[in-house]
């Protein structure tokens, strides 16, 4: 999925889940300062439509993070600790084979939908069909074709390996055929009703506030948390005040002086964890435009920018983790991976070293000023939306960094649905972007370099590529992981990719995407934390319902 940004303005062992609690002991009861037993969730993103649509990444049901509360994953990854295996949820077992061409599902039993009908292997049957036969529903573009079901077993068949989508498979949400079969349009319907195999139903719904309660007959313990009530707030600066005086207890919002501003106005219960994740941010470019069509000329650029001030300064030293892996491959969670002649190097900022690859592939220096081997001075204009601050610092120490070597760059701020329509057809020179995440780096160089997602500038309708980067050896390095029969190939496929990436520098990551999020433990504790990483903090994904089943009331 999309890594998820509310910026001013995205694996434990395997066990099974019957009868999981809450960790540690507790009383059923809440804490005296909190008998009603809410919990208070924030977002920063303005009134919300009322759509409860849970494929749609834009209805209010996703887009706040309650969507997770009412509907569940077939499986629960854990994507801090990505090389993990996944917790069972609604499925009690999987079995791949034909090299990942083949999925068999065992569907647990003893669930009901939260209308009291039971779930079935049909249930998650027809759910796969949903995905396949709507592709507006499948915002992964998994290519499922055979889907059968027989008792509590349902097959899935594909024609080529999905060992690269094994995730995205099994973190599918399970909707109920009785329901789903009566929706006329499943790609524009709102909802109104929410019916899941989830611990809570949705009691209300208004622009600024949705609540939802639980309920009984949940096939697991139930949560000590009777009620979530979830509040968009207007911007920022609203949302980062909720958090201060208690109104919030639980967000994802970039707080740029965290400290003064927020854990220190109550260091024993205000809390942050942001730990990183297999995607980057990063600096893209048109690769299509002259001169950036120049990997010399981006190689350069990478000698030359400072992670340690992005990370201190753009990111105020928490919320997007440094990365500065040669590779672009994010560490820890991505350390195997990383080819054996790749460890442990990391770039350093070289402006010597910088100048000298420039001036050996024909560029010439007229004082302070590039000039490229044409003679044209060298420029880049930088395009951002017009509330993202840290991307706005980001680019604006970029700008600096890129001085050193003689580039002129500017800033430009814009619309943030203009800047969106300029990602998407490449009307741009430079910005900072982010990529996907996956249980390897697969998804992430994907974003980057594949050219099967190749469209030309001035093309909408972009799903990664961003930076219209052809590399013909790359795709195919790309095509030979998702397809190949071995890890040895695998192996050998993404130390391919690590060289290109090294080689060619269609794009160059300056951060690690995060999953994290702020939450008080002044009503609530048993949350995520670097001694215990059993889930992201980020309170939009699947795993917050793992976290809400974790919580127990504070003593």
């Given at each position: 999925?999309?890594?998820?940004?509310?910026?001013?303005?995205a694996?434990?062992?395997?066990?099974?889940?019957?009868?999981?609690?809450?960790?540690?002991?507790?009383?059923?009861?809440?804490?005296?300062?909190?008998?009603?037993?809410?919990?208070?969730?924030?977002?920063?993103?303005?009134?919300?439509?009322?759509?409860?649509?849970?494929?749609?990444?834009?209805?209010?049901?996703?887009?706040?993070?309650?969507r997770?509360?009412?509907y569940?994953?077939?499986?629960?990854?854990?994507?801090?600790?990505?090389?993990?295996?996944?917790?069972?949820?609604?499925?009690?077992?999987?079995?791949?084979?034909d090299?990942?061409?083949?999925?068999?599902?065992?569907?647990?039993?003893?669930?009901?939908?939260?209308?009291?009908?039971?779930?079935?292997?049909?249930?998650?049957?027809?759910?796969?069909?949903l995905?396949?036969?709507?592709?507006?529903?499948?915002?992964?573009?998994?290519?499922?074709?055979?889907?059968?079901?027989?008792?509590?077993?349902?097959?899935?068949?594909?024609?080529?390996?999905?060992?690269?989508?094994q995730?995205?498979?099994?973190?599918?949400?399970?909707?109920?055929?009785?329901?789903?079969q009566?929706?006329?349009?499943?790609?524009?319907?709102?909802?109104?009703?929410?019916?899941g195999?989830?611990?809570?139903?949705?009691?209300?719904?208004?622009?600024?506030?949705?609540?939802?309660?639980?309920?009984?007959?949940?096939?697991?313990?139930?949560?000590?948390?009777?009620?979530?009530?979830?509040t968009?707030?207007?911007?920022?600066?609203?949302?980062v005040?909720?958090?201060?005086?208690?109104?919030?207890?639980?967000?994802?919002?970039?707080?740029?002086?965290y400290?003064?501003?927020?854990?220190?106005?109550?260091?024993?219960?205000?809390?942050?964890?942001?730990?990183?994740?297999?995607?980057?941010?990063?600096?893209?470019?048109?690769?299509e435009?002259?001169?950036?069509?120049?990997?010399?000329?981006?190689?350069?650029?990478?000698?030359?920018?400072?992670?340690?001030?992005?990370?201190?300064?753009?990111?105020?030293?928490?919320?997007?983790?440094?990365?500065?892996?040669?590779?672009?491959?994010p560490?820890?969670?991505?350390?195997?991976?990383?080819?054996?002649?790749?460890?442990?190097?990391?770039?350093?900022?070289?402006?010597?070293?910088?100048?000298?690859?420039?001036?050996?592939?024909?560029?010439?220096?007229?004082?302070?000023?590039?000039?490229?081997?044409?003679?044209?001075?060298?420029?880049?204009?930088?395009?951002v939306?017009?509330?993202?601050?840290?991307?706005?610092?980001?680019?604006?120490?970029?700008k600096?960094?890129?001085?050193?070597?003689?580039?002129?760059?500017?800033?430009?701020?814009?619309?943030?649905?203009?800047?969106?329509?300029?990602?998407?057809?490449?009307?741009?020179?430079?910005?900072?972007?982010?990529?996907?995440?996956?249980?390897?780096?697969?998804?992430?160089?994907?974003?980057?370099?594949?050219?099967?997602?190749?469209?030309?500038?001035?093309?909408?309708?972009?799903?990664?590529?961003?930076?219209?980067?052809?590399?013909?050896?790359?795709?195919?390095?790309?095509?030979t992981?998702a397809?190949?029969?071995?890890?040895?190939?695998?192996?050998?496929?993404?130390?391919?990719?690590?060289?290109?990436?090294?080689?060619?520098?269609?794009?160059?990551?300056?951060?690690?995407?995060?999953?994290?999020?702020?939450?008080s433990?002044?009503?609530?504790?048993?949350?995520?934390?670097?001694?215990?990483?059993?889930?992201?903090?980020q309170?939009?994904?699947?795993?917050?319902?793992?976290?809400?089943?974790?919580?127990?009331?504070?003593?």
């Amino acid at each position: 999925m999309r890594v998820k940004r509310a910026v001013v303005a995205a694996l434990v062992a395997t066990m099974a889940v019957t009868g999981l609690t809450a960790c540690g002991g507790g009383s059923s009861t809440a804490a005296q300062g909190n008998p009603d037993a809410v919990l208070n969730v924030g977002k920063p993103d303005g009134p919300q439509a009322e759509n409860n649509n849970p494929f749609l990444e834009t209805s209010a049901l996703s887009n706040m993070g309650y969507r997770w509360m009412i509907y569940e994953p077939l499986a629960m990854y854990n994507r801090v600790k990505p090389q993990e295996p996944a917790k069972p949820w609604l499925a009690t077992k999987w079995d791949w084979s034909d090299n990942y061409k083949k999925l068999v599902l065992t569907v647990r039993d003893g669930v009901k939908f939260s209308d009291g009908q039971p779930m079935t292997g049909e249930d998650v049957a027809y759910t796969f069909q949903l995905l396949r036969d709507n592709k507006a529903l499948n915002v992964d573009a998994v290519p499922y074709k055979d889907i059968t079901a027989a008792g509590n077993q349902v097959t899935l068949g594909f024609d080529n390996s999905q060992f690269v989508n094994q995730v995205k498979i099994l973190q599918t949400l399970v909707v109920p055929k009785h329901v789903w079969q009566g929706i006329k349009d499943p790609a524009l319907d709102l909802v109104k009703n929410p019916i899941g195999t989830g611990p809570y139903t949705l009691k209300s719904a208004t622009p600024q506030t949705m609540i939802v309660t639980r309920r009984d007959g949940y096939w697991q313990e139930a949560p000590k948390v009777k009620e979530i009530r979830y509040t968009s707030y207007t911007d920022n600066n609203a949302q980062v005040s909720a958090l201060v005086n208690g109104a919030a207890e639980w967000s994802f919002v970039f707080i740029p002086n965290y400290k003064a501003v927020y854990t220190n106005k109550d260091p024993q219960h205000y809390k942050l964890w942001f730990p990183a994740q297999l995607a980057v941010h990063g600096l893209w470019f048109n690769t299509e435009k002259a001169p950036w069509n120049d990997a010399k000329l981006r190689q350069a650029v990478n000698k030359v920018i400072n992670r340690d001030d992005i990370f201190n300064q753009g990111e105020a030293g928490y919320f997007y983790p440094k990365n500065d892996q040669v590779t672009g491959i994010p560490t820890p969670a991505g350390d195997p991976f990383i080819a054996p002649q790749y460890k442990g190097k990391s770039v350093q900022v070289d402006v010597p070293g910088a100048k000298a690859l420039l001036t050996g592939a024909g560029y010439k220096f007229t004082g302070d000023k590039l000039a490229d081997p044409g003679g044209k001075p060298v420029t880049l204009k930088l395009t951002v939306p017009s509330g993202w601050s840290d991307y706005i610092t980001d680019l604006e120490i970029i700008k600096d960094n890129l001085a050193q070597i003689g580039i002129t760059a500017t800033v430009e701020k814009m619309n943030q649905d203009a800047w969106m329509k300029s990602v998407d057809t490449g009307d741009f020179e430079g910005l900072m972007h982010w990529t996907n995440d996956g249980q390897t780096p697969y998804d992430m160089y994907r974003d980057v370099m594949d050219g099967n997602r190749y469209k030309p500038t001035g093309q909408g309708g972009i799903n990664g590529n961003y930076g219209r980067y052809k590399n013909d050896e790359a795709t195919k390095a790309l095509e030979t992981y998702a397809n190949a029969e071995d890890d040895a190939a695998r192996t050998a496929a993404m130390a391919t990719l690590q060289r290109i990436m090294i080689d060619q520098q269609p794009m160059v990551p300056t951060s690690a995407a995060n999953s994290g999020g702020e939450y008080s433990t002044k009503n609530w504790v048993g949350w995520p934390d670097d001694a215990n990483p059993y889930a992201p903090a980020q309170p939009t994904l699947r795993n917050a319902l793992d976290i809400v089943l974790h919580l127990k009331p504070a003593a």
